[in-house]
């Protein structure tokens, strides 16, 4: 008797978990004509997004209000990721043909091209910073060689950084999905992951393939989550975004290939994951958000809403999301 009373207060403990969870995903905005997928949460207060429709949003209180702005000459292209570097500082990435980088430092008003590629097949999927001067653009491979851009001086100017040896399968390429397929750790050290046909971790010019759903152009990885040596990847396959098998996958960095698959995988395609604390995840997709407090072993189901992207403060404790038209804030 005494079990089954501990059993049942574990499930009803659970069951008010799940519930607390979902009741505490608070919509910050709704109704936006975007579709957004860049997001950059600088601290507690300044927060950046951006989406389709050359669209750019800024709150500088936590999300309660927000500027929006359409880049001027950029009304029909899609930002599909965004870097903040202060309040007033920020970068962007426009996809496909021409491949275009747009800086700002008057906080959104005017924007300027720091860079430009009109390569044929040209398509920059995502970026990350390790720091305020140091940072990294992925896109899809031109030919069979990887596609990288660096900066050191806070994306003032990029360059083409060369991986040496390492090719692209066929049919393998990045998504631009959330801006969250790179994790740039300073000077030309970097981890990526890949999907499509075949999918892959990408770590400074090496690449270990992925125990997750592949063999389609929408299968594979989305995005990568660091946390010290700590990292989780989600996918799956976009085109059927409830499936579970092949969409998580957990390592650490310092043993690359040692691979974990959760025993309770998120409910569906997640197109971004995200790190709450050291031991606590978040990750969603077009199907719901999951949250896991075992470093991605269990997820929770915590929303069926759909959601592109979904970041942690850099500095502080907000977590935020985006998908199309709308954003929201996780209290925990």
């Avoid at 608070?26 to 997004?49: H, M, P």
């Avoid at 750019?56 to 930002?79: A, H, I, Q, Y």
């Avoid at 005017?110 to 590629?117: N, Q």
Wanted: charged share 20%; aromatic share 10%; with cysteine.
């Amino acid at each position: 008797m005494r079990l089954r009373l501990l059993l049942l207060s574990g499930f009803f403990s659970w069951i008010f978990t799940v519930s607390s969870f979902a009741q505490n995903i608070e919509v910050l905005q709704t109704g936006l004509k975007t579709s957004l997928r860049g997001l950059a949460v600088l601290n507690d207060q300044v927060i950046w997004t951006s989406g389709s429709g050359g669209t750019v949003g800024r709150s500088l209180d936590g999300g309660k209000t927000w500027e929006w702005n359409k880049v001027p000459g950029f009304e029909k292209r899609e930002f599909r990721d965004i870097e903040a570097l202060d309040q007033n500082t920020a970068i962007v990435i426009a996809i496909a043909e021409p491949g275009n980088i747009l800086k700002t430092t008057d906080g959104g008003k005017t924007w300027k091209t720091v860079f430009t590629d009109t390569t044929k097949g040209v398509f920059m999927d995502a970026m990350d910073f390790a720091n305020a001067k140091y940072g990294m653009v992925i896109g899809d491979p031109i030919g069979d060689e990887l596609y990288v851009l660096t900066t050191k001086d806070g994306g003032e100017s990029w360059s083409r950084f060369r991986s040496g040896k390492l090719k692209m399968e066929k049919g393998e390429a990045f998504f631009a999905a959330s801006g969250t397929n790179i994790v740039h750790h300073g000077r030309d050290l970097y981890t990526a992951v890949s999907g499509g046909m075949i999918s892959r971790l990408i770590r400074n010019g090496e690449a270990i393939e992925l125990p997750l759903a592949k063999g389609k152009e929408t299968t594979g990885a989305y995005s990568i989550a660091v946390y010290k040596d700590q990292a989780a990847v989600v996918g799956g396959n976009y085109t059927s975004d409830t499936a579970r098998a092949g969409n998580c996958v957990l390592f650490k960095l310092s043993q690359p290939g040692s691979f974990r698959t959760p025993a309770e995988p998120p409910h569906g395609y997640r197109s971004c994951v995200e790190f709450i604390t050291g031991g606590q995840l978040i990750c969603c997709g077009t199907s719901g958000v999951d949250v896991s407090n075992d470093l991605g072993m269990h997820w929770t189901l915590v929303s069926k809403d759909s959601y592109n992207v979904v970041k942690r403060s850099k500095a502080g404790r907000t977590v935020i999301l985006a998908g199309d038209g709308k954003i929201a804030k996780l209290i925990y």
